[in-house]
């Protein structure tokens, strides 16, 4: 059984830093992209970034040059480090993984197959 389970989330102050992990289970994703989406209270679940099997990466244009993420293919891991945060990154983070091998990373949320159940971030003002 393939398992996404995401961690890392909390509470911190605008300006602030906080990494989420992602880590997979039951399957090797090595050779898969994975990406990262967010859904805030009454907001659609949005994109967020992506990474390829090559290391590629996409990023949505709110979180271009605040976030990165990188994957640890060792530990079959996707993270996604946020950096500068805001109020408006306060969302619930969702970690998921295409079943397609070599495929490119995409912003395209019916593209992925697998999906973690998500943790909680939150940003004060």
């Known amino acids: 059984q393939v398992q996404l389970v995401e961690s890392g989330g909390g509470l911190v102050q605008a300006g602030g830093s906080l990494r989420v992990s992602c880590v997979a289970s039951?399957?090797?994703?090595?050779?898969?992209?994975m990406g990262w989406f967010r859904q805030a209270p009454g907001k659609e679940r949005e994109f967020v970034s992506s990474?390829?099997?090559?290391?590629?990466?996409l990023y949505a244009d709110s979180v271009k040059g605040r976030f990165t993420v990188f994957r640890d293919y060792g530990k079959n891991a996707v993270y996604l480090q946020m950096n500068s945060l805001k109020p408006e990154d306060t969302a619930v983070y969702f970690c998921?993984?295409?079943?397609?091998?070599?495929?490119?990373?995409?912003?395209?949320?019916?593209?992925?197959?697998?999906w973690g159940q998500g943790t909680q971030v939150t940003v004060s003002s």
């Open positions: 990474i390829n099997w090559n290391g590629g990466s």
């Open positions: 039951g399957r090797t994703f090595s050779s898969n992209t």
């Open positions: 998921a993984a295409r079943d397609t091998y070599f495929s490119d990373a995409t912003s395209e949320a019916l593209e992925y197959h697998y």
